[in-house]
């Protein structure tokens, strides 16, 4: 009992500390990708491609991209015509990079959050504007949280043709330099020769150019760790009995069966003690399932390293029990 509490309380603390800094770094990459600080924005007026790049969300670590151009009239409700809402022309994929509610790509108007709550419209219902009945296809989210202000107030409709777009966006997670260069192909050719050339930028730069996690407990080192701990207390489990044992084995007990008894009942405090540890885990992450697993599966790896680690310096302790030091060993008691 002593030695399961002993596991439970120290390698499992090592597993539980482990399993909250991967939480708290999940919880951190969600929160920056979420600002739109994964998404990587080519500036070129007039000079993008947009079948190139909707294209780019086939490259590796690219979930979405898409491009983007303002249209030169804006749109404006009928019941609020001096309050124009710009309207911007995008691609097919350009919709996959904003959070909406309804059908974005389904025909019709797509509205951030603060045109749609001014207009008092919803997905799904007419809109009566200037141009005329105009559905709304969805409303997407758009936060003041840094990010370029482009879409905060504005309206966006899914164009097909040649025309070409003025930027090109693409969610680039985790961070990859390669997909970021690739951005490149979307401008046209020839625009390195005119005065205005592509300018790269990130669309929220406020939470830093590269995504640094607050909290970690690097994995390698808990491993460490937990294995040391494991091993620490397999040995002691065998050193705190080696009177017992040498006695065992100076009346004919073969040093196999003691390895084979000692490692049993090692066995099984550890298993206990993990089982412990796994549940306060289990209980600590406040995450999605898909955050939560591969969480759960690294914190068993550990606990089972924990526990093998014990199994295992049980054996190599047992095995240095030497039956000649019965006396030493009764006078050290």
């Known amino acids: 009992m002593t030695f399961t509490l002993l596991f439970a309380v120290v390698a499992g603390g090592i597993v539980l500390a482990a399993g909250l800094s991967s939480a708290t770094a999940v919880r951190d990459a969600r929160e920056f990708v979420a600002s739109g600080a994964a998404i990587y924005v080519m500036k070129a007026s007039a000079g993008i491609d947009g079948r190139a790049c909707d294209a780019m969300s086939s490259l590796a670590n690219v979930g979405a991209s898409g491009a983007i151009r303002e249209q030169t009239e804006g749109v404006s409700s009928s019941r609020l015509p001096r309050t124009p809402i710009s309207l911007f022309a995008v691609s097919r994929g350009f919709m996959a990079?904003?959070?909406?509610?309804?059908?974005?790509?389904?025909?019709?108007?797509?509205?951030?959050?603060?045109?749609?709550?001014?207009?008092?419209?919803?997905?799904?219902?007419?809109?009566?504007?200037?141009?005329?009945?105009?559905?709304?296809?969805s409303v997407f989210d758009y936060p003041d949280d840094g990010r370029d202000p482009l879409l905060s107030f504005a309206a966006t409709e899914v164009v097909a043709g040649e025309a070409a777009?003025?930027?090109?966006?693409?969610?680039?997670?985790?961070?990859?330099?390669?997909?970021?260069?690739?951005?490149?192909?979307?401008?046209?050719?020839?625009?390195?020769?005119?005065?205005?050339?592509?300018?790269?930028?990130?669309?929220?730069?406020?939470?830093?150019?590269?995504?640094?996690?607050?909290s970690t407990f690097n994995r390698s080192v808990a491993g460490i760790l937990v294995v040391a701990a494991g091993a620490v207390l397999g040995a002691a489990f065998v050193l705190r009995r080696r009177l017992a044992l040498a006695s065992d084995r100076h009346v004919g007990v073969s040093r196999l069966a003691q390895v084979v008894s000692q490692s049993a009942q090692v066995l099984l405090w550890a298993a206990v003690g993990s089982l412990v540890a796994m549940a306060a885990v289990i209980v600590a992450l406040r995450l999605a399932d898909e955050d939560r697993i591969p969480i759960i599966q690294q914190s068993l790896t550990l606990a089972l390293a924990g526990g093998g680690a014990a199994v295992a310096s049980c054996a190599v302790a047992v095995c240095i029990v030497r039956d000649a030091a019965l006396f030493r060993y009764f006078k050290q008691r």
Do not use: Y
Not at 106 to 118: I, P, Q, V, Y
Not at 180 to 191: F, P, Y
């Open 97 to 137: 990079l904003l959070p909406f509610d309804g059908e974005a790509n389904g025909g019709g108007l797509s509205l951030s959050k603060d045109a749609a709550t001014t207009l008092g419209a919803t997905a799904g219902q007419d809109l009566e504007t200037t141009r005329g009945i105009t559905r709304v296809a």
């Open 165 to 214: 777009f003025d930027q090109c966006w693409a969610m680039i997670w985790p961070h990859d330099e390669n997909a970021v260069a690739a951005l490149g192909r979307a401008v046209l050719s020839g625009r390195g020769d005119r005065a205005d050339r592509p300018v790269l930028v990130q669309l929220n730069q406020t939470n830093g150019s590269r995504f640094v996690a607050s």
